[in-house]
T-cell receptor
Framework: AQTVTQSQPEMSVQEAETVTLSCTYD???????LFWYKQPPSRQMILVIR??????QNATENRFSVNFQKAAKSFSLKISDSQLGDTAMYFC????????FGAGTRLTVKP | DGGITQSPKYLFRKEGQNVTLSCEQN?????MYWYRQDPGQGLRLIYY???????QKGDIAEGYSVSREKKESFPLTVTSAQKNPTAFYLC????????????FGPGTRLTVL
C-alpha cells in the first residue's frame, strides 16, 4: 500500500519569512496525484495545491508552491511571505484511486 | 452557496448506542467519502461511494455502516460494534472518482461518554 511520510511534526516560522514543509511517498505507480491540504483550528480541510505526476512543471498557487521530485518521490510545500493565517496543520496526500494522507505538520507563524 | 455540510458539529453518545452522522453536498459530485481523524494521525478512509446505491469499504470500515440513496447525501452510522468511536469525522466529495480533487465538509466531533 502507498504510504505518505511527513517527517516534521511541528514547525514554526516568523511572519513574512519562507518555510518549506517536507513530504515523501512510496508508490510503484507512474500516474498519480499529490495534494497539500491545510487544516486551521476550525478543522475545516482546505485544498492548498494539487500536482499531477505526469506534469513536470511544479504547481503554484499565489504564495504556495511545490517542489515535486518524481524520481525521489518527494513533494515539498513552500510557503512564501508567511502570514498569521497560515497557522494550521498541513497534510500531504497521495491519490491514485486510493487516497492516502500523511500524519501532518503543525505550522505556527509567529508575529 | 455550493458546498458540503455536516451535522451535527458535536455529538455525544453513550456506549452501546448507534449514532448517525449527516453529510450533504450540493456540488453535484458523484463521489462521496467518509474519513476518520485521530490525534497525531492523518485521515483514514472509512467508506466511499462513487455512485448512488453503491459504496465500498475503506481501510477501517469495521463498526461503521453507510447508505447512498441520494446523490446529495451520504450518512454514516457509527454502531455499537465500533470499539473506539471517539474521533473527528470528515466527509468529502469529488466530481468523479478518487483521482479528482476531494473537497471536505467542516467535520463532526463524536465523543463517547
Amino acid at each position: 500500500a502507498q504510504t505518505v511520510t511527513q517527517s516534521q511534526p511541528e514547525m514554526s516560522v516568523q511572519e513574512a519569512e519562507t518555510v518549506t514543509l517536507s513530504c515523501t511517498y512510496d508508490t510503484s505507480e507512474n500516474n498519480y496525484y499529490l495534494f497539500w491540504y491545510k487544516q486551521p483550528p476550525s478543522r475545516q480541510m482546505i485544498l492548498v495545491i494539487r500536482q499531477e505526476a505526469y506534469k513536470q512543471q511544479n504547481a503554484t498557487e499565489n504564495r504556495f508552491s511545490v517542489n515535486f521530485q518524481k524520481a525521489a518521490k518527494s513533494f515539498s510545500l513552500k510557503i512564501s511571505d508567511s502570514q498569521l493565517g497560515d497557522t494550521a496543520m498541513y497534510f500531504c496526500a497521495y491519490n491514485n484511486n486510493d487516497m492516502r494522507f500523511g500524519a501532518g505538520t503543525r505550522l505556527t507563524v509567529k508575529p | 452557496d455550493g458546498g458540503i455540510t455536516q451535522s451535527p458539529k458535536y455529538l455525544f453518545r453513550k456506549e452501546g448506542q448507534n449514532v448517525t452522522l449527516s453529510c450533504e453536498q450540493n456540488l453535484n459530485h458523484d463521489a462521496m467519502y467518509w474519513y476518520r481523524q485521530d490525534p497525531g494521525q492523518g485521515l483514514r478512509l472509512i467508506y466511499y461511494s462513487q455512485i448512488v446505491n453503491d459504496f465500498q469499504k475503506g481501510d477501517i470500515a469495521e463498526g461503521y455502516s453507510v447508505s447512498r440513496e441520494k446523490k446529495e447525501s451520504f450518512p454514516l452510522t457509527v454502531t455499537s460494534a465500533q470499539k473506539n468511536p471517539t474521533a473527528f469525522y470528515l466527509c468529502a466529495s469529488s466530481m468523479g472518482g478518487f483521482t479528482d480533487t476531494q473537497y471536505f465538509g467542516p467535520g463532526t466531533r463524536l465523543t463517547v461518554l
